[in-house]
């Protein structure tokens, strides 16, 4: 059984200005075309993520639940029909063999903040991903 | 907001840069691994700060790999921000010098690091 596999990483940083009230979401996505007529296998999701955003000037705000890493998915998609597959991260088992699949997007997500005067945000953070994926006979 | 499509890997830096050539927001952004790969991201068009909303000027500041492609809003990106520098009556040299700043920064600090500068009358403001 042949096997091509492919892989895709991403790094994305953002880093802003201190005079900023508001920060834009992370949203990055990287794609690659596939042979629909090989199976294709998701055999790694991960994401890992550094830094963070800080508040000045904003007394009485309490982060409840807050989430401590950037979310990461892998979308498959298909010629002639809208929907896509989607696994997500973390993931280190492979996934069942997927036919007819034309495209991979591997995407990350972090949130976006803003804030109301007097407040002021810090930002410097960055997330790196990566995807392993298989194409087989 | 707009779109930045990039085609091929490598690494690039892209920003947004208002009428006083203050770099409000940079992104860098590093793709590796299949060599068809192309990425898909974001950059505002306008940044709210303490003072308001505050137009800017999204503009690429560095790119490793002359192969990759970069286009704003479907534009090549050069066009797209000397569109912009008009629109919004910024002058493209201002612009040109946020970004050699910029550009030289990253190549003394390849990571990024936060920035916090503690104002005397900064806890006082709004009160």
Redesign the interface.
Known sequence: MATTRRMLQLYVDQLSDELVTEVFPLVEEVFIFLDPTKKTVIREISVEEFGGVVASHASQIVPIGWTDRAAARVRLFFSGRRETEIFYAPSHVESPEIDGVVGAGLGVLELGFSIGSPGKLALTRGIAAHAYIDERD | ?IDVVVKGPGELTIGAVDAKG?????????????P???????L?LT?????GAVPVVPLLIQRKDARQHITFAGRDAPDFTAERCREIKVSTAMIDKASRTAAAALEHNE???????PSAT??Q???
């Open positions: 907001m203050r770099l409000l927001l940079r992104k860098r952004i590093v793709v590796s691994g299949d068809a790969v192309e990425t898909r991201s974001q505002p940044v709210q700060t303490r003072n990571w990024p690091h936060l920035l916090i500068r900064g806890g403001r709004g009160r």
